[in-house]
């Protein structure tokens, strides 16, 4: 039975998911949330996709989860990729997950959203400013730990890197350039070239009119 993961282009914590899921050779496609539209808000779709109101969602079957982290390690227990070699391993790779989803996804998300999704003259400067330098913290944390290593968590990609890289590869500016971060930069391409590899808006369907 195929995987269906429901998401949309514009969203890193789906890419987090939909990547996961490309790499790791399962059968699995991409159902599009119209979340711009609308679409997570409804009755209908907090009633049969997700109480939440969020997406990704990953359906296989009579099971299903939403958030991105939980999704990952579901492709893992599925397909036995992307997870530790050792005990120590994969709480190393939790560490990293979730130090993703406070300190750098959270922020590159809402800053990217501020910056361009919302009507240039609603955009609150003192909140993006504030958030920046946050990821600049966040950027520079990455950078260190990348430095003479090529994965985030031992010696292939794990859902560490997968979490990490979900906002890295959008075209949007929201604070971040690859030149300034030679160590993310270096293991930016190394994701890139892993076999399937697809940037987020060519895996996942999305509303082009709506990106800036």
């Known amino acids: 039975m195929t995987i269906k993961l429901y998401c949309f282009g514009e969203s890193g914590n789906s890419y987090k998911a939909a990547l996961a899921l490309q790499l790791s050779g399962l059968d699995w496609e991409p159902v599009f949330v119209d979340f711009f539209g609308g679409e997570t808000r409804t009755p209908e779709y907090r009633a049969n996709i997700n109480a939440l109101g969020e997406a990704p969602v990953l359906v296989d079957g009579d099971f299903k989860t939403g958030q991105s982290g939980a999704i990952q390690a579901y492709v893992t227990e599925a397909s ?39 009507p240039e003259d609603k955009r609150p400067q003192e909140v993006i400013a504030f958030n920046q330098g946050r990821l600049k913290a966040a950027y520079a944390t990455l950078n260190a730990h990348l430095e003479g290593r090529d994965w985030i968590v031992g010696d292939s990609v794990t859902n560490a890197d997968l979490s990490c890289c979900g906002y890295l590869y959008y075209p949007e500016p929201f604070g971040f350039d690859r030149a300034d971060w030679p160590h993310i930069d270096a293991w930016l391409d190394r994701i890139a070239a892993l076999p399937g590899w697809k940037h987020p808006y060519d895996l996942m369907p999305g509303n082009p009119s709506d990106r800036a």
């Open 80 to 118: 036995g990729k992307f997870g530790g070699k050792t005990r120590e391993e994969n709480y190393e790779i939790l560490r990293w997950v979730l130090w993703d989803n406070h300190k750098l996804s959270s922020m590159a998300g809402l800053t990217r959203f501020l910056m361009n999704f919302v």
